[in-house]
């Protein structure tokens, strides 16, 4: 979606190492969404953020934090505590928490381990 | 909790014939939204198609329509005429209406390989 900036596309985490992944939306959506992806597997919901100053852990996140400062971003951090963070990270919005309308994603960032 | 799960992790199909995949779900909620989603190799998720609960009628678009029988719990997903460009894979997802958690519950997806 050409509304979600996720970067960046491809990056590299060092043993013990904190890393944060971008995710920018000019959509005007209230809700955003964290995903992973693992090879095989559908996605499993990470955190999530149905308002600014507001979010909730989804299915997995431990060893993941975010923040919700403003409407349009919502970074997401894989911490050290994170023990097998390599996978591909989908950032998706939606235009309030309760409607109807489908989630619309980013294009992706590819998080491996050196 | 809420599962969602796709029993053909791949199928294939040739050129202009149809096919179905097949997603099944599990909830005790009455209203809630199904989706299918399309994820090509370049990762992107495309919406394909979605369905409310509360709606008999199955949703359509194009080349895509849905069967849903909300007794059975079953959502599956028909494509007609199929196109080389309908190689993908295929993600049945569930979410429900309000309240309580959110997020997308995906299945593990359906691999779709057109042959010409």
């Known amino acids: 979606d050409g509304g979600i900036t996720q970067s960046p596309k491809y990056l590299f985490r060092k043993e013990g190492q904190n890393v944060t992944l971008s995710c920018e939306q000019n959509?005007?959506?209230?809700?955003m969404y964290w995903y992973r992806q693992d090879p095989g597997q559908g996605l499993r919901l990470i955190y999530y953020?149905?308002?600014?100053?507001?979010?909730q852990k989804g299915d997995i996140a431990e060893g993941y934090s975010v923040s919700r400062e403003k409407k349009e971003s919502f970074p997401l951090t894989v911490t050290s505590a994170q023990k097998n963070p390599t996978a591909f990270y989908l950032c998706?919005?939606?235009?309030?928490?309760?409607?109807?309308?489908?989630?619309?994603f980013g294009d992706g960032t590819r998080l491996s381990i050196l | 909790a809420q599962t969602v799960t796709q029993s053909q992790p791949e199928m294939s199909v040739q050129e202009a014939e149809t096919v179905t995949l097949s997603c099944t779900y599990d909830?005790?909620?009455?209203?809630?939204?199904l989706f299918w989603y399309k994820q090509p190799p370049s990762r992107q998720m495309i919406l394909v198609i979605r369905?409310?609960?509360?709606?008999?009628q199955n949703a359509t678009e194009n080349r895509f329509s849905v069967n849903f029988q909300k007794a059975a719990k079953s959502f599956s997903l028909k494509i007609s005429d199929s196109q080389l460009g309908d190689a993908a894979m295929y993600f049945c997802?569930?979410?429900?209406?309000?309240?309580?958690?959110?997020?997308?519950?995906f299945g593990k997806g359906t691999h779709l390989i057109i042959q010409p």
């Open positions: 998706a919005t939606q235009f309030e928490w309760r409607s109807n309308q489908p989630q619309h």
């Open positions: 959509l005007n959506h209230d809700a």
């Open positions: 953020s149905q308002i600014v100053n507001d979010f």
């Open positions: 909830t005790s909620e009455s209203d809630y939204y």
């Open positions: 369905q409310e609960a509360y709606k008999q």
């Open positions: 997802a569930y979410r429900d209406s309000g309240g309580g958690a959110d997020g997308l519950t």
